[in-house]
């Protein structure tokens, strides 16, 4: 179905032109605040399900609803937005984390304006990104939302928030170093005239060397935001000091700003490259598995002990990605998903617990299942969730990427071998890491709990944002079809690419 409303530009600029407006709102408004923010997360939520519903076409393998401006001529930069499987997922992941997030931020009374200012121009750019179709377009929306994540860092952090937030501007902005170059390279080489469009990449051939390069520092760029080790370490000190509706973007939405871009750029547009360096991806992501696993374990603070387990479940995204397999590419789409929604989950019951608690050890809790039995049973299910128990979304997504290497018949039966055993090792220690934080928090005896003012178990609040998220995760567990068929004309179109080199 055509449309001669430029939705895609709509849903880009909505929220960044709706926050400002926010400077006009009373000044002793907070209450007033929040619900335009949360209004406009909604109505932005909406027109995107709209789009889908009425736009989005599953049978097709090419880019829906493209939008083409004119913006700098002389260098052929240009307003392409288009969408696809990949993009409309993300996008609808994207909307619903980001009114939850909003909904979960409602504690937050200091400065609430530039709070709620900050998260609608962070939603436009990562609207934007998941639908650019310009590389220079695609670097610009990666760093528009470096700034207003840095300040959600500064100002609204712990005791250690400049610390992280510098580390993280230092991180992510040295990678986008490697982006720009590397997409300029991309753009200006050859004797063509040079061209920004994605499509239009995709027709270049480079030398084997100069193509490795490039990949390379794609890869270094988008190794940072995934993260991939070793270039994680700025993740459990963000996590570890944000304030949680911000964890919850970060985690949902942030992370997987890296899946996409090693997806849309390395393996669409430099197909020797990523044919060459596959089995070295496959094996960082199952280092990385059981690394972050261990780490996890050692952990005392509860965010950290969750930001490392995200850092073991991007692992299968890069295996699967590696894999080169219909079964493992969609098992690494299915997991960026399926994190987004788990990782989001417990960190805002980790925020929901520091609310009532005021601690984040786990040395200092304990015995709190009696006074907290809401919180106790949605952190279990979402704990348990995490560790890929069967009926939820990640069980679905990390047997994907453990038949994606078993079934592909490039890779030899040791290496294959190895392989599962990390990854299998990886998902025992991530029952004994998650069941342990359970054990820590609620149960055993109560640390000076009883005189705590502060534990008075979920409200309708916390009790309606924790099941609006386990809805989608049980859904996707259950019935992986609710997701899947977005991405099947995209993953066949990417698996042809490299039928020709196998």
């Known amino acids: 179905m055509m449309s001669n409303v430029p939705w895609l530009t709509t849903i880009v600029l909505f929220p960044i032109f709706a926050s400002l407006l926010l400077p006009i709102l009373p000044r002793d408004g907070n209450r007033i605040i929040r619900w335009y923010t949360l209004g406009i997360c909604i109505l932005e939520f909406l027109m995107i399900t709209y789009i889908f519903y009425c736009y989005f076409r599953f049978d097709s393998q090419s880019m829906q609803l493209l939008e083409i401006f004119n913006w700098i001529n002389f260098i052929n930069f240009h307003w392409i937005i288009g969408l696809d499987g990949l993009s409309m997922s993300l996008i609808l992941l994207t909307g619903f984390i980001t009114t939850l997030a909003t909904l979960a931020a409602w504690p937050i009374t200091r400065n609430t304006r530039l709070f709620y200012f900050l998260m609608l121009v962070t939603y436009s750019g990562q609207i934007g990104l998941f639908v650019s179709r310009d590389i220079l377009l695609f670097f610009f929306m990666w760093e528009l939302e470096l700034i207003p994540v840095y300040l959600l860092l500064c100002l609204w952090g712990g005791k250690r928030r400049l610390y992280s937030a510098t580390k993280f501007v230092l991180y992510t902005a040295g990678g986008s170093i490697f982006l720009l170059i590397a997409a300029l390279t991309t753009s200006f080489y050859g004797n063509e005239a040079p061209s920004f469009a994605i499509q239009a990449l995709k027709d270049k051939s480079y030398p084997i060397s100069l193509e490795i390069a490039l990949y390379l520092g794609f890869l270094i760029t988008y190794a940072v935001k995934l993260p991939i080790f070793p270039l994680h370490t700025w993740l459990p000190d963000t996590h570890g ?42 094996l960082l992501g199952a280092i990385q598995i059981v690394y972050a696993s261990l780490v996890s374990m050692s952990q005392r603070n509860l965010k950290r002990r969750i930001a490392y387990s995200s850092i073991s479940h991007m692992g299968f995204v890069a295996i699967g990605i590696g894999s080169l397999t219909d079964a493992g590419i969609n098992g690494a789409l299915l997991q960026m998903i399926s994190h987004g929604l788990i990782g989001a989950a417990l960190f805002f019951l980790a925020g929901t617990c520091y609310d009532r608690t005021r601690t984040l050890f786990l040395d200092e809790l304990g015995g709190i299942a009696t006074r907290l039995p809401k919180l106790f049973t949605m952190f279990s299910t979402f704990s348990l ?37 990390l990854e299998a090792t990886g998902t025992v220690l991530a029952s004994i890491y998650l069941l342990s934080m359970l054990r820590r928090m609620f149960y055993g005896y109560r640390l000076s709990n009883e005189s705590n003012p502060y534990l008075i178990d979920f409200g309708p609040r916390e009790v309606f944002t924790s099941i609006c998220f386990f809805l989608p995760i049980l859904g996707i567990g259950s019935y992986p079809n609710l997701i899947l068929p977005l991405r099947n004309g995209e993953v066949l179109s990417i698996l042809l690419s490299y039928s020709a080199i196998r």
């Open 241 to 282: 000091e944000a304030h949680y509706s911000t964890c919850m973007l970060l985690a949902g939405i942030l992370l997987k700003m890296g899946g996409y871009g090693l997806i849309r750029i390395n393996l669409e547009l430099l197909i020797h490259a990523h044919f060459f360096l596959r089995k070295w991806l496959i």
């Open 385 to 421: 969730a995490s560790l890929a128990l069967p009926g939820m979304s990640g069980f679905v997504s990390e047997l994907l990427v453990f038949l994606g290497v078993i079934i592909n018949k490039q890779y030899s039966f040791l290496f294959k071998v190895a392989i599962t055993v």
